[in-house]
């Protein structure tokens, strides 16, 4: 009789869960949305640009979806470079056909032609963004995608008054894929942008700029929710707004344990959602970000981008914050070590692959035929990065996705080590026999449901530095981030297993290490790289290869009919 009503029970339970997920999929939407990437016109620092945008909007569209819900995006190129779209952040639980990076899910849509992106949100709330994964074209073409809780539920917060939205950009008074192509002519690094951008202004501190200066508007005592994006290519950046408190609720689409702060410090590609309570005097108040530059010696943009909060009614003369020294590794540590998953997560504690993966640059040593104008990094050499001693390269004819999923030899290998191939004092004085890696596509296999930790130890080869490493197709618990080499024995009674924060961008600290852990449970092919994009080009990049499972949402789906050739 106990096993009949066992039975029952699970029967009845099964059916309540049926009956849950019936009703969520009824309340659920399929959003239809049309992108042409074109070249537009665009003003900014005194000088008209042909900037390549979505539907001549710079920046793009947002899209605005519930958890959840599906997005069908048929994106027409009508540039002159090839392009594909990223979707930064979504899971694209078995549909890594509309992940978007060139080459590794999908070959580029060329000129002229056209590609479908479809894709479900399952389980992520808050901020994401998409953007261009071709060359340097995401400089102009990216945009929010704001996902709000499913129908019917609210925010574990009390509801604000009102969203604001803020995307930092970086802007070239020039074509950013003729500065990548300089740079990658000359071997050198390429010139840095000559602003940085709020929702795609600069702001009253660079020239022809201030009668466009973002507004955002707020009533004395309201509560407002700020999204807000890093959006720029090459470069971390500190954010603030003048007198006013910031408490952070959320990052990469994930709730976290409200902290509260003055300055934020976002790497490229990742988001953070802020309460600020408009609390001030009535007046106007800026709102603004500047770099934070870790790397020792490096040339980067010095400048500041603002935007302006405004009170209703205010004239007054904005308020200009002060804000952290570029430097500021202190600041940096600080607000990225106070994250925390706001409800207990299932973190894995048995690991079935457990790498240790070395981050950083490099140099190639100018080969025997190549002029010297080719070779005009340092001492006569070309930069490239790596990940273990292994420098990326992309196919150029196929995707990896396509030659895993039919079968096809000779487009990459699956001989990525799990460690580096030597030991060495990574954030010491390194050997320079050290600084040249080899090149390859090289991937590391994963069985469907395999428990990762990954150990990512930044290196001090020609410079250390700060670089925000994203992950796609899956979000990742950060059990801790340290300075020096990482030391099994006495930094792994630091890692937090009670409510680690679950990211889709890392920020691995300057001369350091961070440790993150995921189970493998989305089947495809999902590079993991250097989010400023100067670096993915030099080759700071992988690629994990995820076998499909056992069941049917398990398994990848077949790739859809049009998705382009090479």
Not at 421 to 445: A, E, I
Not at 545 to 559: F, I, N, R, S, T
Request: aromatic share 10%.
């Amino acid at each position: 009789m106990e096993r009949v009503f066992s039975n029952t029970r699970c029967t009845f339970s099964l059916l309540n869960l049926l009956l849950l997920f019936s009703s969520f999929s009824s309340l659920a939407k399929t959003h239809n949305h049309d992108f042409v990437v074109q070249a537009t016109k665009v003003k900014r620092l005194c000088e008209t640009h042909n900037s390549i945008t979505v539907n001549g909007q710079f920046p793009g569209p947002t899209l605005e979806v519930n958890d959840g819900d599906t997005l069908v995006i048929h994106v027409t190129n009508k540039a002159r470079y090839n392009v594909t779209i990223h979707w930064h952040g979504v899971r694209q639980l078995t549909t890594a056909w509309a992940d978007g990076p060139e080459f590794i899910t999908q070959c580029p849509i060329r000129p002229g032609g056209s590609y479908t992106y479809r894709f479900t949100i399952s389980g992520q709330q808050g901020t994401l963004w998409w953007h261009a994964h071709s060359s340097w074209l995401r400089a102009t073409v990216y945009g929010a995608i704001i996902i709000h809780p499913q129908e019917g539920y609210s925010y574990p917060f009390p509801k604000p008054h009102r969203e604001s939205l803020i995307i930092l950009g970086e802007w070239w008074d020039a074509n950013p894929i003729d500065v990548v192509r300089e740079a990658t002519r000359t071997g050198a690094a390429p010139n840095v942008s000559d602003a940085y951008t709020i929702n795609g202004q600069p702001g009253d501190l660079y020239k022809c700029s201030s009668k466009d200066t973002i507004k955002v508007p707020v009533n004395p005592g309201e509560t407002s929710l700020i999204r807000v994006i890093n959006a720029a290519l090459n470069q971390q950046l500190f954010f603030t707004i003048a007198n006013h408190k910031l408490t952070v609720v959320g990052a990469d689409a994930s709730y976290v344990k409200p902290f509260t702060t003055k300055v934020l410090m976002l790497g490229p590609g990742q988001t953070t959602d802020v309460l600020m309570k408009a609390d001030q005097p009535t007046g106007r108040y800026y709102i603004a970000a500047r770099a934070y530059a870790s790397a020792q010696g490096a040339p980067f943009d010095n400048t500041t981008t603002t935007a302006i909060l405004e009170y209703k009614s205010a004239t007054s003369k904005p308020i200009m914050p002060p804000l952290p020294a570029y430097n500021d590794t202190a600041t940096a540590t600080a607000f990225t070590t106070s994250f925390r998953s706001l409800r207990k997560p299932i973190v894995p504690t048995e690991i079935d692959h457990n790498l240790f993966i070395t981050m950083g640059l490099g140099i190639n040593q100018c080969p025997p035929k190549m002029r010297a104008r080719n070779c005009q990094a340092p001492n006569g050499t070309r930069f490239t990065a790596s990940m273990n001693n292994v420098s990326f390269v992309l196919p150029s004819n196929i995707s990896i996705l396509q030659a895993h999923h039919q079968g096809i030899p000779g487009v990459f290998t699956t001989d990525f080590p799990a460690k580096p191939p030597v030991t060495f004092d990574y954030t010491g004085n390194v050997s320079r026999s050290l600084w040249q890696p080899t090149r390859g596509t090289k991937v590391y296999k994963l069985k469907y449901g395999s428990r990762v930790q990954i150990v990512l130890q930044g290196t001090n080869i020609f410079t250390s530095e700060n670089h925000p490493i994203h992950l796609h197709g899956y979000d990742f618990y950060i059990l801790a981030e340290g300075f020096g080499n990482f030391n099994p024995k006495t930094d792994t009674s630091k890692f937090n297993l009670v409510d680690p924060p679950l990211r889709n961008t890392v920020s691995l600290p300057v001369k350091g290490w961070a440790v993150i852990r995921f189970v493998a449970d989305n089947p495809g092919t999902w590079i993991m790289h250097c989010h400023l994009d100067v670096h993915i080009g030099w080759g700071l990049a992988t690629v994990f290869v995820v076998e499909d499972g056992p069941g049917p949402m398990q398994k990848l789906e077949q790739p859809p009919p049009d998705l382009p050739v090479c």
